[in-house]
């Protein structure tokens, strides 16, 4: 079983459920949806995500960000290289590599950056980690 963790923003919330239901369908296992959450109205609820979401991270077997992110996605990718996670950076086009607003951690080795469609997110996925059998994107 290959485990994943979809980090993002709020505002791409039906993309994340998208590509989750996607690699799901492949035999994928996602470690946490933070796509489920409510909106949080304490600290304490605000402190128990954020566990379920490290825990979650450093349990995947590969990180994607789909930018544009939020603070707590570039948080996430900070765990996952830290916990030495592979990354996908996934976007549809490459803004982020605007050289004045890049972040250096796009630029590491560790981080696979994936500019295009949905699709060639997954299949850069499945070529990485194959599964047995015929799939359809």
Known sequence: MINFYIASSFANK???QKISRQLKQLGFIHTYD???NERVASYEQLRKIGEEEMKAVKRADFLVVLLPGGKGSHIELGIAL???VPVYLYASD???NDFDK???FYHLKEVKQVIGTEADLINTILF???IKGEVEI
Request: hydrophobic letters at 30%; charged letters at 20%; a negative charge.
């Open 14 to 16: 039906g993309i994340v």
């Open 128 to 130: 990485d980690f194959p």
């Open 102 to 104: 890049t972040s250096t």
């Open 94 to 96: 490459d803004r982020h």
């Open 82 to 84: 830290g916990a030495e």
């Open 34 to 36: 933070w796509t489920q």
